[in-house]
């Protein structure tokens, strides 16, 4: 449990980018063992700084978190 607070953005839920890198670097090894296809895809949501002046933080918050619930229904497991 905090290890997993300091991993993810408090008011997200979302992971660091030092989580990512951590992440993608087991990945990495992983594939090294036993080669198989693998993809990182990097987003930018298009309007978020303007959602946060103009409703604030925690809405853009609850956009991105949105956006990453979506992503993660999408995906093929």
Avoid: C, W, Y
């Avoid at 990182?40 to 918050?61: M, P």
């Amino acid at each position: 449990m905090i290890r997993q607070s300091f991993a993810t953005d408090v008011h997200t839920g979302l992971p660091h980018a030092g989580q990512l890198i951590e992440h993608m670097s087991h990945l990495l090894a992983l594939r090294e063992r036993e080669p198989a296809p693998m993809a990182l895809l990097v987003l930018r949501i298009e309007g978020l700084a303007s959602t946060t002046a103009r409703l604030g933080a925690e809405a853009s918050n609850i956009l991105r978190r949105k956006v990453a619930v979506r992503l993660r229904g999408g995906l093929d497991r």
